[in-house]
């Protein structure tokens, strides 16, 4: 299966308003659209995968009037799919932040970024007069661009996670419903107030249907964003990313906070959600990170494991004390020796931080931890004598 390009039909852009206008056509803002949005069955695409007409519909029947929040910060380091998307055609991206505004009634519309604050500023003076816009640059890091965060800046908060009983969408901040969706999300909604629901379940699966921009790094031939059909295998992403450049013993999907697949089993898996929670593994933010046989995983997920730790908002237990202590005892591992102790202390951090943040950032690092020691269990027994004698600092970025 090769590449379908929806949302990155204009590459290499930048596309102008009226280009991208041109080669999309116009959006019907009409009175059926949430039915058609809910019929074409959009799910977020920031890792959730929440379905989009149901936060919407949230938003428009809650108190208050509510605020779009167009999240375009792509705070997860394996991830440059968002970052793509807005250098090829970043008024897709804001016509979805206004459709979503007529669909709920919003009065305004929010666009959070890290680093694509001028791109996004020189797009937004080129659009007509439409629901009023502004840009909210997020402070670095990993749990700045989380979605309670996202509205803590928003709101001249602290911009970091806010622990919170209720979603955002029923009622958040200044009381007011807060819909926070992902930049491609919302570009996938700028193309179904266009194309229909018939359009966009033209190719995907049933219960999934449409496109996914898919990040594939690592062991490849050409590291590249692939915009494919949900549903892909897995092995097909990685053709389009012009192949395996060495033998693959496992891959990492979802992100950093993601999960190790062996390669048997992922380079078949199904590029879903339904696909990769049958695989043991999770969609995130479709990011597919391969490991050639030569590198150590438990190398590569001790640094991932370290910057998640570093990342950590230390609000909560978990983050003040859990992930240091995970990310220590990985190091521990990960440099060889006497391994019984730090596989004993790993699992006990598993379970005392699971579940237990008040945002996701711990669970997904116990997620990953948990999968390299069920992947990586050779590598375990290797290390207990002495270490395995390879790295991979090569195959995965880690920012420092
Ligand atoms: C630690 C952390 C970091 C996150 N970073 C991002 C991000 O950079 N971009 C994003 O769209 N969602 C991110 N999310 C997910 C958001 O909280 C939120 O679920 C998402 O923006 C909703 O959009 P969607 O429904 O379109 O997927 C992050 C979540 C966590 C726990
Ligand atoms: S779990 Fe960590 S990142 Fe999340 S709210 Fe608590 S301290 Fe912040």
Partial sequence: MSQVRRLLAGAPGPLSYTDSQALHGPMRLSADLHGVVEHAGLRGRGGGGFPLARKLASARDAKGRPVVVVNAAEGEPASSKDR???????????DGGQAAAFLTGATQVVVAAHDDVDRLRTALGKRPREVP??????????????ASA???????????????????????????????????TLAGLALVARHGAHWHRQVGTDDEPGTLLLTVSG?????????????????????????????????????????????????????SHAGMRTAGGTLGAGVVVVLPAEACGLAVTARIMAYLAAQGARQCGPCLNGLPALAASLTELAAGGSVAGAVQRLERWCGLVDGRGA??????????????????????????????????AEVVAVPA
């Fill in 84 to 94: 793509t998307l807005l250098s090829v055609d970043p008024h897709l991206v804001l």
């Fill in 150 to 184: 996202v509205v803590s800046a928003a709101t001249a908060g602290l911009g970091l996670p806010v622990s919170r009983t209720r979603p955002l969408a029923q009622g958040g901040p200044g009381r007011r419903p807060w819909v926070v969706c992902n930049a491609e």
């Fill in 359 to 392: 945002c996701a950032h711990p669970d997904g690092a116990v997620a990953l931890v948990r999968s390299a020691m069920t992947v990586f269990a050779d590598d375990v027994r290797a290390h207990g004598t002495g270490g395995c004698g390879r790295d991979g």
């Fill in 133 to 146: 816009t502004r840009i909210v640059q997020l402070a670095p890091g990993y749990v700045t661009s989380e």
């Fill in 219 to 271: 062991g490849v031939r050409r590291p590249q964003v692939v915009e494919v059909p949900v549903g892909t295998p897995l092995r097909d992403a990685v053709r389009c990313a012009g192949g395996l450049r060495a033998p693959a013993q496992a891959v990492l999907v979802g992100g950093f906070a993601g999960r190790w697949l062996p390669a048997a089993t992922g380079l078949d898996a199904a590029l």
